[in-house]
């Protein structure tokens, strides 16, 4: 095992990490559920940069019913969707928490 191979393999246990990368990398392509200290979001990552975090398909979640619902179902209690291709830009010093959901609810409700 090289260097290289040894520092991967303990940034992926979390043991180090290399300047540069967020840590929220991993959600690339994912469907999350985001809170931030003000509102609460889904989407679909399409970039991470070192400040932000970029969704498309995303929602304002107004109200998300019991949490542990929402994240394991995707269903929400009142949504409000970002229109369809639209992107959205989340700064990643607000973020709380960000979580995978299977669905991402695109109806107002």
């Known amino acids: 095992m090289d260097t290289r191979d040894l520092i991967e393999v303990l940034q992926a246990l979390g043991a180090v ?3 540069g990368k ?3 990398e991993r959600y690339a392509g994912k469907n999350v559920f985001i ?5 609460h979001y889904t989407g679909r ?6 400040a932000s975090i970029t969704l498309v398909d995303a929602a304002w979640i107004a109200d998300d019913g019991r949490f542990n619902e929402a994240v394991k179902s ?3 209690a009142e949504v409000e969707p ?3 291709g639209l992107e959205v830009t989340i700064n990643l010093g607000s973020l709380i928490d960000i979580t995978t959901t299977p669905k991402l609810p695109r109806d107002v409700k």
């Open 17 to 19: 990490s290399i300047p």
């Open 22 to 24: 967020t840590g929220y």
């Open 35 to 39: 809170r931030t200290v003000t509102h």
């Open 45 to 50: 990552v399409v970039e991470v940069a070192a």
């Open 74 to 76: 995707g269903e929400v």
């Open 82 to 84: 970002y229109p369809d």
